[in-house]
């Protein structure tokens, strides 16, 4: 199984970074109340043009920015619990999609990736417009977003075999119910979904679990998939 997962808005509280940039670039004490109503926001909560544009050129200028951006609530445990499942089970592939556009953001990605507990990840940064040619060129079974275009993206390109998971915010309420939209509350009830007979812990593949066991002893019990 191949899974394509974005990040901002189904992993990472991107819109909560944002703002506390802004405030910090500019002075201001603006708060943001739970998600946000529209996709583009910040000029309703009183920034300016040039403010958010100086924020996205301090996040160009300093990509190690994004290992800041704190995880959306049960992002950790669904990270932890997506590492447990590649590590576990053959054949089940995962890429990270992300639209940030910085020189330095994959690896910044990758590593607040691995803060979180996944191992080895593989991020792609797609440039703008080009999200659903790069996630029908991989041909995955399942893809995870919250901006309903880049889960209509694909159809466009031709691929329509992916079960297509809409994480589900306020900004996009609107799409929850799209022919072909999967709507969830995020990405632990996509992994529920998608591998029913996982459970918490190592579950009952004796032959993976003796492999574990072998990990422990080379790389050591803090190394373990968790």
Known sequence: MKLVIDIDGVLADFPGAVVKLLNLLTGKNVLLLGDPVEWFFL??????PDEIRAAALYQE????????VPPLPGALDAVKRLNRIVFLQHGVEVYF???RAASGAKRATEAW???LGMRNPTVI???KGEKGLIIAGLRPDVVVDDYPPNLEAPWLEGYTEA?????????NEHAWET?????VDGIGEMLAREFPTEREGIGANRARVRQIGAAEQL??????AA
């Open 43 to 48: 000029e309703n909560l009183g920034f300016k």
């Open 61 to 68: 200028q300093y990509p190690q920015w994004y290992t800041t």
């Open 97 to 99: 999609i992300t639209a």
């Open 113 to 115: 990736l691995e803060g």
């Open 125 to 127: 940064t797609a440039p």
């Open 163 to 171: 079960r297509s998971y809409l994480v589900k915010h306020r900004y």
């Open 179 to 183: 022919p072909g939209f999967i709507p």
């Open 219 to 224: 790389l050591g019990p803090t190394n373990r």
